[in-house]
């Protein structure tokens, strides 16, 4: 069953690490954005009836819940296997769990990013670790135990010790799933920016080496495996029976749709994307014009090696691909970077950490 991802790009903030499409918007442009989703979602032919429901952003959890529901009304298939809310910490309630609760979904997505406070203010961060506790029982009470946790490792002024601190939070509030994503540095944020350009602003001069960064991932992957916390795709690690069926329909090159603004979609053939500006997005339907761009043919095998192995499973190539990557292929398992199980292919631990070095080598 096909996924269905909604793009909600409204923040109270821009954090500093942050490079999606996502800000500090208008105040007068949410209704209208909601107006032009609805319609979006409305006006959308069904082929099937969804299987998982993905609310991203931006601080979908800013949301007014007669708002949500009415987004979410809008969507076949309901209840659905799993329906998740991206939540900033700080904006929990129990009014607002009732009401995600209510409107369907079943999964929360805490962008935590670091327990600690010094790192927190340094990126635009407003919780406290003690908020983040009392928010988690929050969710319990209301039914919405099944929540994930976000970190960043590389984060401006981090060291093992501080990282540590973090991860015994984690193994504090036991959570079912937790995300590791490895600072991005990259142009499309503030701190990325500042970084390439050897500048001084948000605590760019603070920002970790490579080395340490790989460090603080592979201390988290021993502590959680530890906790019972199993990694099964790079960046994410759950309990059994808890990983994300929603994000496994990505590294799966399973069908989904996306609405709203920089919205992917997948269709199994072609891929398409929703233009990228929630001002941008609001015009198109005012004028009446659908806001996804023209698609392009996916490369399927190609893609079935840049995200599939992205997963713990690895990948089972087909015969052809077997032939046609055989040299990559060889080189990687000899350099100790790709196994193979059987018809399986595998990143090792030390793929992982060069993994962006084995994907290229698959993309022609």
């Known amino acids: 069953m096909a996924g269905v991802y909604?793009?909600?790009?409204?923040?109270?903030?821009?954090?500093?690490?942050?490079?999606?499409a996502s800000g500090v918007l208008p105040e007068e442009l949410e209704p209208q954005y909601l107006g032009a989703l609805s319609a979006e979602i409305g006006g959308f032919n069904w082929p099937w009836r969804p299987g998982t429901v993905y609310i991203g952003g931006g601080t979908p959890s800013r949301m007014e819940s007669g708002d949500?529901?009415?987004?979410?009304?809008?969507?076949p298939g309901g209840p659905w296997k799993e329906a998740t809310i991206e939540v900033a910490p700080g904006t929990v309630t129990p009014e607002r769990a009732s009401g995600w609760s209510g409107a369907g979904l079943n999964r929360v997505s805490l962008g935590v990013q670091s327990f600690v406070q010094r790192e927190l203010a340094g990126t635009g961060r407003k919780h406290t670790a003690e908020i983040v506790a009392h928010e988690v029982g929050v969710l319990r009470e209301t039914g919405l135990a099944n929540f994930n946790i976000d970190l960043i490792a590389g984060l401006p002024g981090q060291t093992i010790a501080s990282w540590k601190e973090s991860l015994e939070w984690i193994e504090r509030l036991a959570p079912p799933h937790v995300s590791i994503y490895m600072l991005e540095i990259d142009d499309d944020?503030?701190?990325?920016?500042?970084?390439?350009?050897?500048?001084?602003?948000?605590?760019?001069?603070?920002?970790?080496?490579?080395?340490?960064?790989?460090?603080?991932?592979?201390?988290?992957?021993?502590?959680?495996h530890r906790m019972g916390i199993q990694r099964y795709e790079i960046s994410n690690f759950a309990r059994p029976g808890f990983e994300s069926l929603h994000n496994l329909k990505y590294w799966r090159l399973e069908p989904y749709v996306g609405f709203?603004?920089?919205?992917?979609?997948?269709?199994?053939?072609?891929?398409?994307?929703?233009?990228?500006?929630?001002?941008?997005?609001?015009?198109?339907?005012?004028?009446?014009?659908?806001?996804?761009?023209?698609?392009?043919?996916?490369?399927?095998?190609?893609?079935?090696?840049?995200?599939?192995?992205?997963?713990?499973?690895?990948?089972?190539?087909?015969?052809?691909?077997?032939?046609?990557f055989e040299a990559?292929?060889?080189?990687?398992?000899?350099?100790?970077?790709?196994?193979?199980?059987?018809?399986?292919?595998?990143?090792?631990?030390?793929?992982?950490?060069?993994?962006?070095?084995?994907f290229a080598e698959f993309i022609t």
């Open 328 to 358: 990559p292929i060889r080189r990687f398992i000899d350099g100790g970077l790709l196994a193979r199980d059987g018809e399986r292919l595998k990143l090792t631990d030390r793929g992982v950490l060069l993994s962006n070095e084995v």
């Open 189 to 224: 944020s503030r701190l990325g920016h500042e970084v390439l350009l050897n500048g001084k602003r948000y605590g760019a001069p603070e920002v970790p080496a490579d080395e340490l960064t790989a460090e603080l991932y592979e201390i988290a992957v021993s502590e959680l």
């Open 68 to 75: 949500l529901a009415q987004i979410l009304s809008g969507i």
């Open 6 to 20: 909604v793009s909600y790009p409204f923040c109270a903030q821009k954090c500093t690490y942050c490079n999606f």
């Open 260 to 324: 709203g603004a920089d919205a992917h979609t997948f269709d199994g053939d072609m891929r398409s994307q929703n233009v990228e500006s929630a001002a941008e997005y609001v015009d198109c339907w005012r004028r009446g014009q659908s806001p996804r761009m023209l698609g392009t043919p996916a490369n399927q095998a190609e893609e079935r090696f840049f995200v599939g192995l992205r997963l713990a499973e690895g990948i089972r190539p087909r015969p052809e691909e077997w032939r046609r």
